[in-house]
Structures are given as structure tokens and as C-alpha cells.
């Protein structure tokens, strides 16, 4: 830690990234948690991951007839309650890239942990408008740390997004869902995925149309396998998440 940043820490609190209260009020856990990010014990309490016979999906929860790629997979350590529930909207609303790169370390520890793997980690890329509005891309943040834990090399730039979309949770039915996310995505020129296996992340998987439809373009394209990750979401009932 640089001496600037012990003397800032110094001067202004370190609040819990989650609740605001200071972090060491309750006493550290021992979780692998970096110096730089600051989330309290009553917070970390709540991070609580699937059982590992939970964790990997069908990435639609709502699969359909004629869907080319049936067996798309999904890999989802965490659930969408506690913790998360907190912690997405902050990363989503909040200025808080930290917790992205945080979530991201959780990833891609769990991935390692049950053994997913890929030639190339990219994320689902946010629109020009909405990365303007928040200042980064939180699955690019979720990626890229989850890419040097698992030693996988990442591009931010694979997959790009053609046009804005409305937020998936705003909208209601399924076939709305899957309509506002067709052909939203394509896979730049300037890179060939022919022949090999690509994982695609976000932050959180609801009905699953958007990992599935940037993982059909990587198909397109001539990835030769595709695998969906997203660091939380519920399968049994819709996240209640406001995004
Ligand atoms: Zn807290």
C-alpha cells in the first residue's frame, strides 16, 4: 500500500463499500477480502454461495423450441439474496466499481474452484450511452478479475453492442424479454473466436436472453464452444432487483 493511500485511509473513514458503517466496527473475518476493499463483517456474513451441486444451469430458464444452442450452459456461484441483493445495485448505480472487481475476484475463485474453463473470458458489453452514464462496464470489471485468477486471457472488445436496449427487468414478458436483446450484440471484426471456446460474462443472469444472445453471436461467429458465467441470479423466482 502506497504511503498516500495509508495516509488517506487515515483521514477519511473506510466505510463499508455495502452498508456505509466502518468495516472494522465489528471485528475482521478472516475472508479473503484485498485491503482495498472495505465490507464489513455483517455484510460479508451475508455472502453466501450455491451449494456446488447449484451452480451450474441451463443458461434460459425459460428454454424455447428451436433455440439452436439447447444446452447453452450457465455457471452461477452465487444466489441473488443477501449479499448481492445489496451489493448489484450499488455496482450497477452507485459508482462502485470496486465491487465489481470484487465480485469478479469471487468469480473467477469459484470458477477455478469447480474447474470452468475457456480459451477467452469476454464480457457482455454495455452500451455507449449507459457506459457513459455509469463510467464503466461492471461485467468488464467482473471479467477481467476473474480472468487473471483463472489464468484465461480477456477482451473487453470481442463483443459489441449494436444497439441500446431497454433494461430487461423493466420489461414484463418473456417474448418482450428475448425480442428487446435479439441482435443486439455482434462480434468485432477485428477479432477471429473461430474454433475456440469462449466464456461470456455478466453480473446477473434473470431470464437469461442476454448471456444467450451475445453467446449465439461468439456461435455465429465460429466459436467452437460457448459458456455462459454470471456471478449471481435466482432461477426458482424472478430477481427483484430495479435495473
Ligand atoms: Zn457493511
Known sequence: ???????????????????????????????????????????LSRLVPQPPDKRFFLCLSEPYEGDPYPGLGLYMPFPYKGFFESAVPRMKFHSC??????????????????????????????????LKERGYNQAALIAQEASKICNIPYSPDVLIRTRDTQRQTE????????????????????????????IVVDDVATTGFTLHEAAL????????EV???????????LNAESF
Open 1 to 43: 500500500m502506497s504511503l498516500l493511500k495509508l495516509a488517506m485511509d487515515k483521514i477519511l473513514p473506510r466505510n463499508c463499500l455495502i452498508c456505509g458503517k466502518d468495516p472494522d466496527a465489528d471485528g475482521r473475518i478472516p475472508y479473503p477480502v484485498p485491503e482495498d476493499f472495505h465490507i464489513c463483517f455483517s455484510c
Open 97 to 130: 466499481p470496486e465491487l465489481a472487481r470484487f465480485s469478479g475476484m469471487l468469480l473467477g475463485t469459484y470458477m477455478a474452484k469447480d474447474n470452468v474453463g475457456s480459451s477467452l473470458i469476454v464480457p457482455v458489453p454495455l452500451s455507449d450511452k449507459r
Open 171 to 198: 420489461l414484463s414478458a418473456d417474448m418482450v424479454r428475448s425480442m428487446n436483446v435479439e441482435g443486439a450484440f455482434k462480434v468485432s471484426p477485428s477479432f477471429d473466436v473461430t474454433g475456440i471456446k469462449v
Open 217 to 224: 453471436e461468439l456461435y455465429k461467429a465460429g466459436a467452437s
Open 227 to 237: 459458456f455462459c458465467c454470471a456471478v449471481c441470479g435466482n432461477r426458482a423466482v
